[in-house]
């Protein structure tokens, strides 16, 4: 295992000192089951980047920090991996956190290890909470530039937020659905995985007051803090469509979108509209059936280059990268790229 790369590499990547993954390459005794899965994670992750590796001058290693569902958080991982070869003009190399669910305490916990074991920069995707701003603001303090993904925190010292205009997001999903609806009376069934996430938030904020200008009265039934995970929006939704059987259309903010789409045919329930956001793997796969209506879709591997361009710039290797919304892009069962 990891033959290939240097231990000093693999010990960088890992976070873990050189004797410890000499000890683990060389299969020596006095070592944990934890520090083992560490620098098998290492090696698969630099053999992921080994284009990266092989370009030589000056390396940064980065930090993907992320709590959202596994489906988002692989896309972005990948987004980040596809970035990397052609960043320049130095060679970039990517360490991952990433995590389904977590506490703010917990989050704060890897912030700080990325603070103690040393980081050139870090891309992060957290709820905004007071003690995830003070983490952050010290990794900033520490030198460690922060860059927010598809979520801000504005209260921190982060370098730049990448990611689309949230408001402008929740406005057009606004749009959509007052469109499909036309007059049909029904309700909205409206899904977030954690109200603490801003963007999720802003999303919301630009739904509510478009719908209000485009379809007054219309309900919105909301459904919160589900992490976005199948498992666990799955009841909620049956709940909900069962209290209400005036709901005929959804707006998701926070995905689990197979679940919801299990709920009302669970209930052999139609609806209308179904708009959601990302094109993962499980929204693809339901936009071709026509499960999903539209996806509100931005370019993943752009916004990982320019957050990563952000990071360049802030250690003075690139000129000033301007900070602007991400492209919003309408994806239908008959445009999917």
């Not at 992921?48 to 569902?69: E, F, K, N, S, W």
């Not at 922060?146 to 999903?173: E, F, K, M, Q």
């Not at 005036?246 to 197979?258: K, L, P, Q, T």
């Not at 290797?317 to 919003?328: A, D, E, G, K, Q």
Request: proline share 5%; glycine share 8%.
């Amino acid at each position: 295992m990891g033959r290939q790369h240097r231990v000093r590499d693999i010990a960088v990547q890992a976070g873990l000192s050189e004797t410890t993954v000499d000890r683990v390459l060389n299969g020596r005794a006095g070592v944990s089951a934890r520090a083992r899965r560490q620098v098998e994670q290492a090696v698969h992750d630099l053999d992921r980047q080994a284009t990266q590796i092989r370009l030589g001058g000056r390396t940064l290693v980065v930090d993907l920090v992320m709590q959202a569902p596994s489906r988002f958080s692989g896309a972005v991982r990948a987004a980040l991996e596809a970035a990397l070869p052609g960043l320049r003009p130095a060679v970039l190399r990517a360490r991952f956190d990433l995590s389904e669910t977590a506490s703010a305490a917990e989050i704060v916990a890897t912030l700080d290890k990325v603070r103690t074991r040393g980081s050139q920069g870090l891309i992060l995707k957290a709820p905004d909470e007071p003690e995830v701003v003070e983490a952050v603001d010290r990794l900033v303090a520490a030198g460690i530039p922060v860059v927010t993904l598809a979520t801000d925190l504005p209260g921190s010292r982060r370098s730049a937020y990448v990611g689309i205009d949230n408001r402008a997001a929740g406005a057009t999903a606004a749009y959509f659905l007052t469109q499909w609806l036309g007059d049909d009376p029904g309700g909205v069934l409206v899904t977030l995985s954690r109200g603490s996430f801003r963007g999720e938030e802003e999303r919301e904020m630009g739904f509510r007051s478009t719908l209000r200008r485009l379809s007054p009265g219309r309900a919105v039934v909301e459904l919160a803090e589900t992490d976005g995970l199948d498992t666990t929006i799955h009841g909620q939704a049956l709940a909900a469509l069962t209290a209400d059987p005036a709901i005929n259309a959804v707006y998701s903010i926070g995905g689990g979108n197979r679940a919801i789409v299990q709920a009302f045919a669970g209930l052999d329930r139609p609806y209308r509209c179904f708009v959601a956001h990302d094109l993962d793997a499980d929204n693809l796969a339901l936009l071709r059936t026509g499960a999903l209506s539209v996806v509100l879709h931005h370019d993943l591997p752009a916004d990982l280059h320019r957050a990563c361009q952000h990071l360049l710039h802030a250690h003075k290797l690139l000129p000033h990268v301007p900070s602007r919304p991400s492209t919003l892009q309408p994806i239908t069962p008959y445009n999917v790229p």
